[in-house]
């Protein structure tokens, strides 16, 4: 069975603190790994992707993905409380696009 | 605001009361989907619709009903639902193969609750 993992499942943090984020997946054929933010609104993109040990990076957070070892991190450096928010990791399967999601991480950052 | 709008953001209704939510994308895509957002757990696919055509119902009960009039508009239309059925319904569209892989964008969702 297809399936992403997330973890932690929550997380709380001073302001200021690097956090990391894992997302491990066991899918049949792999496309690609993404990353949303969900705050208490609609989930909004962050970063695709497809390549092995590439680092996608925007402002304090980046991303990069391990196709060996089936797993990707995201880390976001000097959190601010903005950064509070459910961190979502979907898997896009090769054979039909459709995606696979997992549970989502809770981050709380507090000032 | 995203391009996939979402009507209404919040809804109440009784067991036997039939309701409709709405999704209205601008941004040109092919594609829309109904998600299932329960808290603790992974977002549930409800139903694909590329190019009018429905592509997948994920074994969701019938009380559930999905319309896709044009490639713009989604709607999901609910009756005598089960207070199990409580949670974020999202909306989102995407372009199909264009970009190697299916990245949505999402509407900011319906809190819909049963009671």
């Known amino acids: 069975e297809d399936k992403v993992v997330q973890s932690p499942l929550s997380l709380v943090v001073h302001e200021g603190d690097t956090v990391t984020l894992n997302c491990s997946y066991e899918?049949?054929?792999?496309?690609?790994l993404l990353w949303y933010k969900q705050e208490k609104k609609a989930p909004t993109f962050l970063f695709m992707l497809?390549?092995s040990g590439i680092e996608k990076k925007s402002g304090r957070l980046s991303s990069i993905l391990d196709k060996k070892e089936l797993f990707s991190i995201l880390n976001i450096t000097a959190t601010q409380t903005g950064d509070s928010a459910v961190y979502l990791c979907?898997?896009?399967?090769?054979?039909?696009?459709?995606?696979?999601w997992g549970a989502g991480t809770k981050l709380i950052i507090k000032p | 605001e995203t391009g996939v709008t979402q009507t209404p953001r919040h809804l109440v209704m009784g067991m036997t009361n039939k309701k409709s939510l709405k999704c209205e994308q601008h941004?040109?895509?092919?594609?829309m989907y109904w998600y299932k957002q329960s808290a603790k757990k992974p977002l549930e696919l409800m139903f694909v619709?590329?190019?009018?055509?429905?592509?997948e119902n994920n074994s969701v009960p019938s009380r559930f009903s999905p319309e896709c009039p044009n490639s713009s508009h989604l709607f999901l239309h609910l009756h005598t639902l089960q207070p199990e059925d409580s949670a974020l319904y999202l909306c989102?569209?995407?372009?199909?193969?264009?970009?190697?892989?299916?990245?949505?964008?999402f509407g900011a969702g319906s809190r819909l609750t049963v009671l």
């Open positions: 989102a569209s995407s372009q199909e193969g264009s970009s190697g892989a299916n990245v949505l964008t």
């Open positions: 941004l040109g895509h092919n594609a």
């Open positions: 619709y590329n190019f009018k055509e429905q592509t």
């Open positions: 899918v049949t054929n792999f496309r690609s």
């Open positions: 497809t390549s």
């Open positions: 979907a898997v896009c399967m090769d054979s039909n696009y459709q995606l696979i």
